[in-house]
């Protein structure tokens, strides 16, 4: 089955240094990979995805992830975190099970605390 | 543009009532999706649609039904509510299946089961 792990459910980063947010995953076949952030009392936005292609991909806000198919994994990273970076972070792999039936697995978020 | 819009936004219920949270979209998404947020446990899927007249369970679907009458709206009903219910639940949707394309959320509603 597929799956994906956080292993960290918080990170700390001081403002002006380079971010980096965890996530591993499982699956059968090639890997459609995603992460979403989410502001405080807000729902989830769409920050990048993998499909396919260049293994450094480019988002929102300043934000890349770099996949690594040897390593399993997908870590989200900034150069140079803000102080409104502050949020929570899911990592989502696609379950696939058929065209219109295939979902989105999430992860269980990594809260991301950037001080000033 | 308002995208995806929830309501209500906050709702306490006691236990064995009902109540029904619309899902409201104006970007003529064909797929539709209703989750719920627990701590620790990231995003779990409830129920979801394809398109106007269908619908279809996710991971967690006992407890809930739903309906998509018209496309553009996705309702999601708690016939008798438990306090294990208490939980923020999100709409989403998306112009493709979710796992291949972007989704989009709406805001949220807390709803408290006493």
């Known amino acids: 089955a597929q799956s994906v792990a956080q292993p960290e459910d918080q990170v700390n980063v001081a403002e002006g240094n380079p971010l980096t947010v965890k996530c591993t995953y499982s699956v059968s076949g090639n890997p459609y990979l995603f992460w979403y952030v989410q502001y405080p009392n807000r729902g989830l936005q769409f920050l990048l995805k993998y499909i396919t292609g260049d293994n450094l991909v480019k988002g929102s806000y300043g934000f890349e992830a770099e996949f690594n198919k040897s390593q399993t994994s997908f870590h989200l990273k900034k150069p140079s975190a803000l102080v409104s970076d502050s949020a929570l972070y899911f990592c989502a792999v696609r379950d696939i099970r058929g065209y219109n039936t295939d979902k989105l697995i999430f992860g269980t978020g990594t809260r991301l605390q950037v001080f000033p | 543009n308002a995208g995806v819009t929830q309501t209500p936004k906050f709702r306490v219920l006691k236990t064995g009532q009902s109540m029904t949270l619309l899902c409201a979209q104006d970007m003529n998404h064909e797929y539709m999706y209703w989750y719920r947020q627990d701590p620790g446990m990231g995003l779990r899927l409830i129920h979801y649609?394809?398109?106007?007249?269908?619908?279809a369970k996710g991971e967690v679907p006992d407890g809930y039904n739903v309906s998509r009458l018209k496309k553009q709206n996705f309702l999601l009903g708690l016939e008798s509510a438990a306090p294990s219910q208490t939980s923020v639940y999100f709409c989403?949707?998306?112009?493709?299946?979710?796992?291949?394309?972007?989704?989009?959320f709406g805001e949220g509603s807390r709803l408290t089961v006493l």
């Open positions: 649609s394809v398109g106007e007249g269908t619908t």
């Open positions: 989403a949707s998306s112009y493709r299946p979710q796992g291949a394309g972007e989704l989009f």
